[in-house]
């Protein structure tokens, strides 16, 4: 599948949950599979912190032919014959405001300065998003999604559309989420987030002014992330305690060597294999993510909370919701373990939606949503064939 | 109980486990009660990684007064009365080496160079520290301990101490410890670490000769370490999702400012009462604790494996143990998690030796280990009673 990312212009502004507004904006998308002509077929796909509207499919190059490893963030997820069929659906990507990635967000220019907007790009949140989000639906002239879905902050983004729009959404597909971040999760945003502060090439947010970047502080950020995304479990059997020279040596077949080698007892070098895998994540990250779009995302993860304003009654707060609903949960995730996707489920219950939960036994982590797994995969797929097939269906 | 810090000199260079040797080095350490006639009634106590020989008792100021906040870090559990009764043990706190508390370090002089040894330290193991507790105990006349006592890191050398010196322990107690640590263990210590050898105030581990300290890494280290010290329960209980200037209005009893409060939309400024926490908890510990010393100590805690010269096998590992052993783990410890207590009972037990376990339900995570809590200091004192005393009584 051949894909291109879109772009829309807003000229409207976008009034913020923070109480700012966002002057002119532009939305980037991708779009795949065809919008039936009763235009009831659209799945929105809605993306996490380190990800974008490039859900699926493989761009080109100049001659046209596919790019390799450039197929989107959810390929498995998401294409002709996979879970999310786009011979059946139309399924949309769109890249969320404050992203480094298209949409309008800090590294573009401030029209009021003309500078880059840096730290002064308004606080966004989960809210603010699926407003947005809703804006481009009406561009393309789908006024009801047969299904919202996401993982992780992308699930957040999928509960928020069922009660900021319950009309608009028939069902929800909401994966390695939560209802809100545990005081654990603000914490691991918290640290990540000092780091790129305190980085004294972050110049108050205004690096890009400086011509540089808080490279050290993305890093520090990127190798936190990735420790909360995978599971004690999978780190000990893809890592274990295996040194890293001891890897290379193995690799080269010099099992001589291999034997031989030992601790170097080293405080700053690389000893163990999973520092390695760490700092070379760390540094691919901090090459192409933008710092002020991390602090803007994590703190929309910080945000969320549907509850907060029905005093933590979760139940009370999900009672707009008018969509059907798919949960899955993976049973090592203890980022977004299961426990949080049953908070949700019961309040769900409690308002007598029809609800449908899948808790995967799954050794991967959070990091589990994004990798195939066969049982996750036919669930899903299940989902959309039967549920979110029968309902546009049904309208037609 | 009133103490004071001791100091000894060793003239004796020791041989370290890395290869090198310390020349001269220093040992600070503190004891309470009274060595008995027959000497068998020593227990050594083992520091975890922010701490030092300051077991138990107060400081005075220059008239003799008991200074405020001045008692050591296990006071709760060694004193006249205490679990570990000093009524009727002689108890040893003793510093590391390479620590920032008094014993030689990173900060103290290189004899071959005349400046810090900063970066230069030698890298120590738990091995290398048990060595040097050795030669303490030979210095005060004790051929053997009644017990040896830690938790965490401090555990890790009371079992280190029952394989190196095994006719020289009647017993080993150790708490919330592990057999080695796992990759996730090793992967959180590996970012604190990045955060501070990329500190540009780390000056590759000279920054004392520079007159500066990597304050930004310290603090980045400490709150990373306080994540994983706390459990996810505890930490929605202390802090939960609960927002900093709301908690300041409500303890002014200003109710009415505290309800209009809301989110202040902010990225740079703390919002949640969990990161001013975790602000506070870094500050401090950047003020007084020393950036290599961390290296070495947290490089310590990745190189301790017991069973790596058996191929894995902790069995074979722990055959040379002659101690009796008590451990105790905590149900929400999720740093060493109790099934690496349960993996050091199995181990010890294929060899026959006698263990006392206990899995105390506490909900405080590794942090347990330091706290009050009646059935941990239950179990502790009763094993001290009826087990060391009684060893100590057959000798006589």
Redesign the interface.
């Known amino acids: 599948m051949i894909v291109a990312p879109q772009r829309l212009s807003f000229t409207e502004p976008l009034p913020l ?3 700012a507004q966002l002057p002119a904006y532009e939305l980037v998308y991708e779009t795949y599979g065809t919008l039936s002509p009763a235009r009831d077929n659209a799945v929105l796909i809605c993306h996490a912190l380190n990800a974008s509207h490039h859900v699926a499919g493989h761009y080109t190059d100049a001659h046209g032919q596919p790019l390799p490893k450039s197929e989107g963030w959810w390929h498995n997820m998401v294409g002709p014959g996979k879970p999310v069929d786009t011979n059946r659906f139309f399924v949309i990507g769109v890249n969320n405001i404050g992203s480094c990635f298209g949409s309008t967000g800090p590294t573009h220019l401030n029209p009021a300065t003309g500078q880059p907007w840096g ?1 002064d790009f ?2 966004v ?1 989960v809210e603010d998003w699926v407003n947005a989000q809703a804006r481009l639906l009406d561009a393309l002239g789908i006024e009801r999604l047969a299904a919202v879905m996401g993982g992780s902050l992308g699930g957040m983004q999928a509960l928020s559309w069922t009660l900021q729009y319950p009309q608009r959404v028939r069902h929800a597909v909401i994966i390695a989420s939560a209802p ?5 999760n ?3 945003n ?2 990540a ?3 790129i ?4 090439d972050f110049h108050g ?1 205004d690096y890009l002014r400086h011509g540089t970047k808080p490279r ?1 502080g993305l ?2 950020a990127r ?2 992330g ?2 909360t995304y ?1 599971s ?1 479990d999978v ?2 059997e ?4 295996r040194l890293r020279p001891l890897v290379e040596a193995m690799r080269d077949g010099d099992v001589e060597t291999a034997e031989r080698l030992a ?1 170097r ?4 070098e690389v ?2 294999e ?2 390695s895998y ?2 070379y994540q ?1 540094d691919k990250f901090s090459e192409y993510f933008d710092a ?1 779009t991390y ?2 995302i994590t ?1 929309a993860l ?2 969320f ?1 549907p509850a ?1 304003a029905y005093d933590g009654d979760l139940s009370a707060a999900l009672a707009r919701a008018r969509a059907d609903f798919l949960l899955v949960s993976f049973s090592t995730d ?1 980022r977004f373990s299961p426990a949080r996707s049953r908070e949700i489920v019961k309040a769900l219950l409690d308002n007598r939606r029809c609800v449908s939960y899948c808790e995967i036994d799954a050794p991967h982590g959070h990091d589990a949503f994004l990798l195939d797994d066969a049982r996750y995969h036919a669930a899903v797929r299940a989902y959309f064939q039967h549920r979110v097939a029968a309902a546009c269906r049904a309208q037609e």
């Open positions: 949950q923070g109480g730290a308004p606080v949140t809100n971040l545990t005081a654990e603000i914490a691991f918290e640290v987030r000092r780091a502060v305190t980085d004294p947010g050290r890093r520090i190798m936190i990735h420790i995978l004690d780190m000990n893809k890592f274990g305690r601790y007892y080293t405080t700053q000893e163990f999973i520092e760490l700092r760390g002020n602090l803007l703190r910080d945000y909370d907060r203890w």
